[in-house]
């Protein structure tokens, strides 16, 4: 019996490149050029006489072949970013294909690595067998920006297909794979072409392109093979970054607009967030940079955005305090601007601030009448103000109460006069302070009425009004004395 040899080598598929500035080639505005070193898979030798095409959809042809170094450069005249397909082809190499991005301006270095072809002895010929699998190469790049922001919309999406040995399949038994988006943000998305028919080392490319919503977006490809169950890859995920600030989404405020710090602690720390979003309302794109500027106390001057457009920085309170020069003019002392900024699309300044005023001590003051003498049946109206000594507010939190009591009757059985104190919402004798900053009615200024309670005694009773205020910025109290008959 004659014995059959089967020679047997993976085929090595040209190497995913990078691209990239160098530091010491360039290319000047309107063009782009593309120089490498093509080299054999296996030894890294050059290969010389290689042919290289070269197709864009918007641009010339190009065609060149590799010298004695294996050497290669390519030109191309443009005035922004193209797509171009470069194919590399030589006698006893497998015909490789790769997928490039240029720019106008950029150098791009590009050392494809080429697979030699193995052959398979025996059996009556040469070649591979029918698709089994589906690889996939890569994305290029793995990231977009949603449309019209500026950002690359595009990404270069490759897949290889595979017999079963594991050798990427031959033009004899190409296929056609169609690819499906699913699970997207529905802003427009498309893939394009749908449909591809591997070439003739088994790969196939299209182009994703993105909408103008952010998110994740799954793709899959699939292949229908006569006499077989199709076949069909994992998921693939692109994600679709948001784009450059905007000015009209852009937003910063602060936990608290008022800050109980002024001239009494120091060290203390208020939250300052930032919220960046595009032209689109989607996040802007990750890690994009955020100044800040105060002309009082310390705030970190930089910080980045995290996926859904946010940041947050500290202003910590200390030396300069928001008094006379480093105060607003507007508002005067206590009151300062925490600016945010950051660069739109060609470089515009966007920028937002927020107003916070620092708030010192608690006092209380300016109670009138300091004392009071109410007949039988009548009650009296109290003014007071609470603030810190410029008259501003104190702090969110602040509980303002006021509270009045009578002593006890002498005896048992003897009648005692009541009062009654109306203060607070629905007269629950309490008010809790908001975040708020500026001075005025239900903010530093308050009143409650005292009324006789017992309209069948005319007794004089003394009554003690205790006014007390519990506050970040300090706890206080008063008293005021008088009597109810």
């Known amino acids: 019996m004659r014995k059959l040899v089967f020679v047997l080598s993976m085929f090595t598929l040209a190497a995913i490149f990078a691209a990239c500035k160098d530091d010491e080639q360039s290319a000047a505005q309107g063009e782009s050029v593309v120089s490498g070193v093509v080299q054999d898979a296996a030894t890294l030798d050059p290969v010389s006489g290689v042919s290289i095409q070269a197709q864009g ?20 005249t443009l005035d922004s970013t193209a797509t171009v397909t470069l194919s590399f082809t030589k006698s006893g190499y497998r015909d490789t294909t790769i997928v490039i991005q240029v720019q106008s301006g950029v150098f791009v270095s590009l050392n494809p690595k080429l697979a030699a072809k193995s052959p398979v002895v025996g059996g009556g010929g040469t070649g591979t067998g029918i698709a089994q699998t589906i690889a996939f190469l890569g994305a290029n790049p793995q990231e977009i920006s949603v449309y019209g922001v500026g950002g690359l919309e595009t990404t270069i999406l490759g897949w290889e297909v595979r017999d079963s040995l ?29 449909v591809v028919t591997s070439n003739s080392v088994g790969q196939a490319f299209t182009t994703f ?5 952010s998110g994740v977006v799954q793709i899959v490809a699939s292949a229908d093979i006569p006499g077989k169950a199709p076949i069909t890859t994992a998921p693939v995920r692109v994600v679709i970054h948001a784009g450059y600030p905007d000015q009209a989404h852009f937003t910063v405020g602060p936990a608290r607009h008022n800050f109980p710090t002024l001239l009494f602690v120091f060290g203390l720390r208020d939250a300052i967030s930032v919220l960046v979003g595009d032209i689109y309302s989607n996040p802007v794109v990750p890690n994009t940079a955020l100044y800040f500027r105060s002309s009082a106390g310390v705030i970190e001057a930089t910080i980045f955005t995290n996926e859904d457009g946010e940041g947050s920085t500290d202003l910590i309170s200390g030396n300069p305090q928001p008094l006379g020069q480093y105060a607003t003019p507007v508002f005067g002392d206590a009151y300062h601007y925490i600016v945010a900024r950051t660069i739109g699309q060609s470089g515009v300044v966007i920028e937002d601030s927020t107003l ?8 209380i003051k300016n109670v009138s009448p300091t004392t009071f003498d109410i007949p039988n049946g009548g009650s009296e109206i109290f003014n007071f103000n609470v603030s810190d000594y410029l008259g501003h507010p104190l702090a969110q939190g602040t509980k303002i109460s006021v509270a009045a009591t009578v002593p006890p009757p002498p005896c048992p059985d003897c009648p005692q006069n009541q009062v009654h104190s109306s203060f ?41 009004v205790a006014i007390s205020v519990s506050s970040p910025n300090g706890n206080v109290g008063t008293a005021i004395n008088g009597t109810v008959h």
Do not use: H, R
């Open 57 to 76: 959809v918007s641009l010339e042809g190009q065609t060149a072949s590799t010298d004695a170094q294996g050497k290669f450069t390519l030109n191309f």
């Open 424 to 464: 607070g919402f629905a007269g629950s004798g309490s008010v809790t302070l908001d975040d708020i900053i500026f001075p005025g009615p239900g903010a530093t200024d308050f009143s409650f009425v005292l009324s006789d309670g017992s309209t069948d005694i005319d007794a004089a009773t003394p009554v003690t």
């Open 166 to 194: 594991g050798l990427p399949i031959d033009g004899n038994n190409a296929v056609t794979l169609s690819f499906t988006a699913i699970s997207g943000p529905n802003g427009g998305e498309y893939i394009s072409p749908l």
């Open 356 to 363: 916070i005023m620092w708030s010192g001590l608690s006092q």
């Open 209 to 213: 392109n993105s909408g103008i919503s």
